[in-house]
């Protein structure tokens, strides 16, 4: 591009130039301003050199980059002489040392430019070169600064090639590493130079390799995912691989950090299994027991029934005392040993406690479960050399089922720890399996122990009355006194739930007493006709102070011994020994009736009415209930009613709810009826007493 003033015409020609030319070189220096103002304000250098390679134009930016040669740019200068200068200069740290070499090559670039090519400036800087040839002969060239891109391509060299995590550059389109660090040829025991280009399939492995593959060449990245690799020789490395795609040279890449995570698994590995089992005899733990419950029951109600037994070493804490944790250590691997070694297929062996053992049968019921478990008590038995002594111990084993007892794993242990205590209370060496009724009278104790004991003391406990009627003439002849609890949170709590309570804890007694006391002053204030009735448990009798807690009742409240009627269950009469039989024959002796309580629902025996001195039979009120839809309920009552007509007894039924009921068992003879027909249990100020004179009837006392 050659640039003239119309001064510099004149004096060529020497001559004005006509108005035309004068108009035209006007208009090519408003455009050499514009042109100059356009290209300044481009953020690249921009440089324009004739076909000689002298300089014509350039921009600001072509000044700020090549600022140690600035004062070198003129008009017609020549690109190699200022190349030339800076050289000298040491502007081009690259030429040292080959200083014609390199002058050589970057002007034949110029001359015949083809690509793309850096050069490195002094004081660290970078610029990216790009030159065209013009239709003239001369070359437009671009230069843009760099300097910030290959810092930050240093600084990830660095960090790639000495960074202690595995780093891989994989090429998406072969499959193949590219370029891999010294952690990454350490880890998979290849050297530098095989890693480059090697198929990645051979760290992934071919199973896993299409899911890799997928990974490698995704666009997104990849956080953490674990993979299970393979070194050289084989051996297994588990890693966590995070991905990132990035272009390096002009092509795609994926950056790829390998994690090892192999030692930290292993470690992981064993602290879950010494946390899940027992260091001392190898077996899986509590906890690890529970969790396999937790993983089993679901597939219990799919057919597949599982069995849990508790097994408790019966007097190992007397050995373990008696010769030291030694020698109990040694016992608990010798009995485990026992145990494992008589286990069916698909049974676990646990050890949940210091003595104490659980075996988790799967696909196993009951049935299945306990010759096993009645073969470990066998065992167990048997005994054991421990360092030169004979020690003998014993097992107790206490089972549930699923999901016959329980589909949820808690409650089954506790179902199976409960059968396991009821066992050991009851006899040790045996086997029990779990039984609702453990688990009612476990709650029942747990959740009101205290609040009865607190109730006792605080008069939270009433006597109600429910009235039993002469069914003939529908006279009040006697008054059954009911011990009631209404709980100050719970509400009314039923006897069926707290007296076997009191039972168990040894309250009875003291109930028992308050019973007898409260009614026997409250009968005093009834018709002289009318008699009291009271229940008396089992384990009254049993205790034996029964017969003065009676006496003492009596004669506190005045109440003469005949109006009292004491009701007794079957449950007395099997107690072994001369006890029961003697206590029931000392308070006939001073007038109190005796009656026989829900007959026939038990093991009832016609010899119990023949050897001792009943006054009464009550029929329970579960063959009033089946009355109308069972003959075998009519066939029983009336067969009751004969038999106590025959003994001179007074007959009972209780339940009576109907007309039609109370008009049956009256047209059979049955003396007395009970139920919510004639009234439901009341305190004692609501009763009221039809006056005038007692019915006439026969005194069974």
Avoid at 34 to 46: K, N, S, T, Y
Avoid at 512 to 527: D, H, M, N
Wanted: aromatic residues 6%.
């Amino acid at each position: 591009m050659v640039l003239v003033t119309s001064e510099e015409y004149e004096a060529l020609e020497g001559q004005r130039p006509p108005e035309s030319l004068h108009a035209a070189l006007a208009a090519a220096s408003r455009a050499e301003r514009r042109l100059r103002e356009a290209i300044d304000v481009l953020p690249q250098g921009v440089v324009f050199l004739d076909e000689e390679g002298r300089y014509i134009l350039w921009n600001r930016k072509y000044e700020e980059i090549y600022c140690r040669s600035a004062d070198l740019l003129e008009p017609g200068a020549r690109l190699a002489d200022t190349l030339r200068v800076g050289v000298e200069r040491g502007d081009y740290p690259e030429a040292s040392g080959r200083e014609e070499e390199w002058l050589a090559d970057r002007l034949s670039l110029m001359q015949q430019p083809a690509a793309r090519h850096e050069q490195r400036l002094s004081g660290g800087r970078y610029v990216l070169i790009e030159e065209r040839r013009t239709e003239d002969g001369g070359s437009i060239g671009l230069r843009v600064d760099i300097t910030d891109l290959k810092q930050k391509e240093e600084s990830f060299r660095l960090l790639f090639e000495q960074n202690p995590l595995a780093m891989l550059v994989h090429d998406p389109e072969t499959g193949r590493i590219r370029n891999a660090n010294a952690s990454a040829s350490r880890l998979f025991g290849y050297g530098p130079e095989e890693m480059e280009g090697l198929d990645a399939r051979r760290l992934f492995g071919g199973e896993a390799w299409p899911e890799a593959s997928r990974m490698l060449k995704a666009d997104t990245p990849t956080c953490n995912a674990d993979w299970t690799m393979f070194r050289r020789d084989g051996d297994v490395v588990e890693a966590h691989v995070s991905t990132h795609a990035s272009v390096i040279e002009g092509r795609p890449v994926t950056i790829a950090s390998v994690f090892d995570v192999t030692e930290r698994r292993r470690i992981e590995r064993r602290m879950e299994y010494m946390a899940r089992h027992d260091e001392l005899t190898g077996l899986a733990n509590r906890s690890h027991c529970r969790e396999t419950l937790r993983d089993l029951l679901p597939k219990a109600s799919l057919g597949e029934p599982v069995t849990l037994a508790l097994i408790d070493l019966d007097n190992f804490k007397t050995v373990n005392d008696t010769y030291g944790h030694h020698f109990g250590d040694a016992l608990l691997t010798d009995a485990a040993r026992r145990m494992r070694e008589l286990l069916p297929p698909g049974a676990l062996l646990f050890r949940i406690g210091g003595d104490e053992f659980a075996i988790i049968f799967r696909g196993a019921g009951l049935a299945q479960a306990e010759p096993i478990c009645r073969a470990i008590i066998a065992a167990l038995s048997e005994p054991f050399r421990v360092h030169g002594n004979t020690l003998h111990i014993g097992a107790t084993v206490g089972m549930a089922a699923a999901p016959f007892d329980s589909d949820d794993s808690p409650t089954l242990m506790r179902y199976a720890d409960l059968a396991l205590y009821a066992a050991k209370a009851d006899r040790r060496g045996t086997c029990r399996r779990f039984e609702v009724a453990l688990d009612e009278a476990a709650q029942a104790k747990v959740r009101l122990e205290t609040d009865l004991r607190q109730a006792v003391q605080e008069g939270e406990l009433d006597v109600h009355y429910q009235p039993l009627l002469n069914l003939e003439t529908g006279a009040i002849e006697c008054c059954e006194a009911l011990l009631r609890w209404n709980h100050a949170e719970r509400g009314p709590v039923s006897p069926e739930v707290f007296v076997p309570l009191a039972e168990e804890l040894g309250l009875i007694d003291k109930l028992g007493s308050f019973v007898l006391q409260r009614a026997c002053r409250e009968a005093t204030r009834w018709p002289e006709h009318v008699r009291l009735s009271v229940n008396v448990s089992p384990v009254q009798f049993r205790n034996g102070n029964l017969l003065n807690t009676v006496i003492n009742a009596l004669a506190a409240s005045g109440l003469s011994a005949e109006r009292l009627e004491l009701e007794i269950t079957e449950a007395v009469l099997m107690e072994r020994g001369p006890r029961p039989a003697a206590i029931i024959r000392n308070l006939r002796s001073f007038g109190i009736g005796i009656s026989l309580d829900d007959f026939g629902t038990g093991y009832s025996s016609l010899s119990y009415l023949l050897n001792y001195p009943f006054t009464k039979i009550k029929i329970d009120k579960s063959f009033i209930l089946n009355l109308h839809e069972e003959a075998s309920s009519r066939a029983v009552i009336r067969a009751v009613i004969g038999l106590g007509r025959s003994l001179g007894l007074t007959v009972a039924a209780e339940g009576i709810e109907s007309d039609v009921e109370r008009e049956y068992l009256r047209s059979e003879g049955c003396t007395q009826g009970q139920g919510f027909l004639f009234g439901r249990p009341q305190p004692g100020a609501m009763l009221e007493f039809p006056e005038g004179p007692p019915p006439d009837r026969r005194d069974a006392a």
